[in-house]
């Protein structure tokens, strides 16, 4: 068994980091660490058995640590993330994986030096939705691809506390927080790396960053992709609802999912294929069970990695970059 320290325990922890690490049988939860008092009490009454921490330093130096997560906010992660890798432990952060490309860089650089696995964890490598159409894309079912179209729009009524939701406003809002996965699983898909994007948002006060966006994206290899995100979706209905949409379009066929008809639907040359498929299941316990099983195998398992979480990032900041220029 390996031991852990998780470091920033909100809202990914709660439902995440936390269930899935302290429940995997490759993980200890050895350490815990938060700046806000409250929340480090109260996950230490909830795993007595980890040790807590107000300094993530002093989490970093706990006893027999192999690993940490890092789960703050993304302008701590690089910090955080030198930091740990300093002291030789392998590192699964949070996405977006920090607040500038340097920093990225810096992080995989110190990754490289130190030897150490460094992951950054994008839903899409996880969730079965996203592993399920990357199956069906290995097996040529669309053939060549063509064009990606990933569009996720939500209320902002769904981010509870609000004060939340202002935090990721302020950290660039819905193209750097949720479009990231977007334009990761878009690279994982096509095996291209996003050249050129071209992005418009809506911006509304009292927000310097906009709360809904639409980028479209030409590939290294020549495909297209349409990224939307957005938190202005059903803001002022009486019920709050959220539209999710994944299109795979290729030469010889395409595939589809979304939301509402809860079902993907794969159109090959020679079958059809439809799947009924309830999916909002980040998959934490897989990303356990594969960072786990990366270490021991020495290199990066079926996990982004910082190279890729370089990129995602990257795209991301260019897509709100060119928001900026069409103001
Ligand atoms: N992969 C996913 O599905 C997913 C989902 C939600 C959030 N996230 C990412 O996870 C990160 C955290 O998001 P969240 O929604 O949990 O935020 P949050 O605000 O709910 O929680 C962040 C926690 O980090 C703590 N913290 C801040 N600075 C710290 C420091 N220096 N040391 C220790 N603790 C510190 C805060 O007190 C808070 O408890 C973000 O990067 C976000 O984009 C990922």
């Known amino acids: 068994m390996l031991n852990l320290g998780i ?49 993530f330093r002093a989490l ?7 690993a940490v997560a890092v789960a703050t906010h993304a302008d701590t ?7 740990a890798l300093a002291r030789g432990l392998h590192v699964l952060c949070e ?23 460094l992951a950054v964890n994008f839903n899409g490598r996880s969730a079965l939705i996203y592993r399920r159409i990357k199956q069906l894309i290995d097996q040529g079912t669309v053939g060549p691809i063509r064009v990606v179209r990933i569009v996720y729009d939500w209320s902002a009524h769904q981010w ?8 990721f406003m302020r950290n660039g809002g819905p193209v750097v927080d949720s479009a ?22 809506v911006v509304l006060p009292p927000y310097e960053h906009p709360q809904h966006v639409i980028a479209t994206c030409k590939l290294s290899g020549g495909a297209i992709a349409l990224v939307e995100a957005g938190w202005l979706y059903t803001n002022r209905s ?21 939301i509402h008809s809860n079902s993907l639907r794969a159109f090959g040359k020679s079958s059809t294929l439809i799947e009924p498929f309830e999916d909002s299941d ?10 786990a099983h990366s270490i021991a195998q020495g290199k990066l398992v079926d996990l982004a990695s910082g190279l890729d979480g370089l990129k995602a990032t990257d795209a991301a900041y260019r897509a709100l970059a060119s928001t900026k220029r069409h103001k």
């Open 160 to 167: 509870q506390p609000l004060e939340r939701m202002e935090n």
């Open 77 to 83: 992660h690089c910090e955080i993330t030198l930091a």
């Open 282 to 291: 980040k998959n934490f316990p897989y990303i356990y069970e594969r960072f």
């Open 7 to 55: 470091i920033g325990l909100g809202t990914v922890s709660g439902y995440g980091h936390l269930p899935a690490a302290s429940s995997s049988p490759h993980w200890r939860l050895a350490a815990i660490a938060d700046v806000n008092p409250q929340r480090l009490a109260q996950v230490a009454r909830d795993h007595p058995a980890a040790a807590p921490y107000a300094d």
């Open 180 to 201: 990231v996965h977007f334009f990761e699983a878009i690279r994982w898909y096509t095996g291209q790396d996003v050249e050129h994007i071209d992005a418009q948002g």
């Open 60 to 66: 970093l130096a706990h006893p027999g640590l192999d």
């Open 95 to 117: 996405k977006p994986m920090a607040g500038s490309l340097e920093q990225c860089q810096s992080m995989v650089d110190a990754a490289g030096r130190a030897d150490r696995i």
């Open 238 to 258: 009486k019920d709050q609802g959220q539209l999710y949409q994944i299109d795979v379009i290729g030469d010889d066929g395409a595939i589809s999912y979304d």
